[in-house]
């Protein structure tokens, strides 16, 4: 099994910044994708990005693009979604993932490529 415990969220200005946080335990990280995801009120969950294990090759929803950024540190068993430039249509609850495997070169985007999922953390931003 795999524990993900989501920190960092918050209630911010349009404009701001917020890092979330997402550290892993009860499996070796090294060797899972990992992602994040959102949903808003009364929306679908959303991906928002995604890394792999090895390459460290990420992708983002468009949306966020030049905005968001998710990076992992292996040896602390974390990864990280940083977000500048937030805007209200970011508020929403964010769920860190965990994938079994990790292919090289690819960074999963789908909500089925990952077995592992988080309690939530709540981003609200203010307009």
């Known amino acids: 099994q795999v524990q993900l415990v989501e920190s960092g969220g918050g209630l911010v200005q349009a404009g701001d910044s917020l890092r979330l946080s997402c550290t892993a335990s009860?499996?070796?990280?090294?060797?899972?994708?990992m992602g994040w995801f959102r949903q808003a009120p009364g929306k679908e969950r959303e991906f928002v990005g995604g890394i792999s294990q090895s390459d460290l090759t990420t992708a983002y929803l468009d949306s966020v693009k030049g905005r968001f950024t998710i990076s992992r540190d292996n040896a602390w068993n974390r990864v990280y979604l940083q977000m500048n430039n937030l805007k209200p249509e970011d508020t929403a609850i964010y769920y860190c993932?965990?994938?079994?495997?990790?292919?090289?070169?690819?960074?999963?985007?789908?909500?089925?490529?990952?077995?592992?999922w988080g309690q939530g953390t709540q981003v609200t931003v203010s307009s």
């Open positions: 009860g499996r070796p990280f090294e060797t899972s994708t």
């Open positions: 993932a965990a994938a079994r495997t990790s292919l090289y070169g690819i960074a999963y985007t789908r909500q089925s490529q990952y077995e592992y």
